[in-house]
């Protein structure tokens, strides 16, 4: 029998909400970045899904630590400080200068003075935060669904970091591409990398592909491929990995894109979603370790045993 329990996700109703979201995701994201001494690969600039929402997790500052939260089940941006209270504001159809501005606003009432980059990266059009009221629409709905399948991706993602005992990311949102990842690493160097995403220094992205990665995560799409879709690829990438068998038999290798994916719809429709997605990340895994001749023996693990014992 077919579980229904991950929400429907049609990106013809989400969107123009996503394309808003997704840019002041960015405002906030950015707001950590500044505030955060500089991690590889750039793990100090992403989002978590969080029970409410998304998070940025806590941020140094002067006067101690904060964090901004989306929550989209009461459809409000939280700023929570250590040292002075919390402040609010509600998400609804407001351009984005808008939120910008109110954004800046409740910082400053909360002493956290901060100076941001305030133009978007990886996207085609830069338009100014505070020069963009192109972008306002934000329904509720539709933005607690897409929330509501995150969730249900965070828990699966988790359990197949889990699984890996050399460097390994967190499982954290990407504001750039609006993306859910987690990447593991060989251990290796690798090539430099040639760049080409829009609006992203050179410099950034030869950092973040510094070592040999194998990478899968979720993404909602766009105009250009407007279907929600999990991906997994590798770089370097090796000419015999789009040829490896990967699991289960919906994924497939876009030559477009260059990496292996798998419909979101294909997931929500399995008779375990949890389990139908375990199978794509584990086997794309398999397939970048494989061709990329990884250390399989000393990379890999499984600590399940010791949970009785604790």
Not at 111 to 129: G, S
Not at 149 to 156: G, N, P, Y
Not at 174 to 197: C, E, I, M, Y
Request: net charge negative; aromatic share 14%; charged share 20%.
């Amino acid at each position: 029998m077919i579980r229904k329990n991950w929400p429907e996700l049609k990106f013809k109703d989400l969107k123009d909400t996503m394309v808003t979201v997704q840019l002041w995701t960015q405002i906030v994201g950015k707001i950590r970045l500044i505030n955060s001494p500089w991690l590889n690969h750039s793990w100090h600039v992403t989002l978590y899904v969080s029970a409410l929402g998304l998070t940025t997790g806590s941020i140094p500052y002067r006067n101690g630590l904060f964090q901004i939260d989306f929550d989209f089940i009461g459809h409000q941006l939280v700023i929570t400080s250590s040292a002075n209270g919390q402040q609010r504001f509600n998400l609804y159809s407001r351009t984005v200068a808008h939120f910008y501005q109110e954004l800046l606003e409740k910082l400053q009432l909360m002493e956290i003075e901060t100076e941001i980059y305030a133009k978007p990266n990886e996207l085609e059009t830069a338009v100014p935060f505070n020069e963009d009221h192109i972008h306002f629409h934000y329904d509720g709905e539709q933005i607690n669904l897409l929330w509501q399948a995150l969730v249900k991706m965070e828990t699966v993602f988790t359990r197949f970091r889990a699984k890996f005992s050399g460097k390994c990311s967190p499982v954290h949102f990407f504001w750039g591409a609006f993306d859910l990842a987690v990447t593991r690493f060989s251990g290796r160097s690798a090539p430099k990398h040639p760049g080409g995403a829009p609006n992203m220094p050179l410099e950034v992205m030869q950092e973040a592909y510094s070592h040999e990665v194998s990478s899968c995560g979720f993404w909602p799409g766009n105009e250009s491929f407007p279907y929600p879709v999990f991906y997994a690829y590798c770089y370097p990438t090796p000419d015999t990995f789009k040829d490896q068998p990967v699991k289960p038999e919906k994924a497939s290798f876009n030559p477009d894109m260059g990496e292996f994916i798998l419909h979101y719809e294909d997931v929500r429709n399995s008779p375990n979603p949890e389990e139908f997605l375990m199978e794509f990340l584990q086997s794309t895994y398999e397939a970048a370790a494989i061709t990329g001749n990884w250390d399989r023996t000393s990379l890999e693990c499984d600590f399940s045993a010791l949970e009785k014992d604790l």
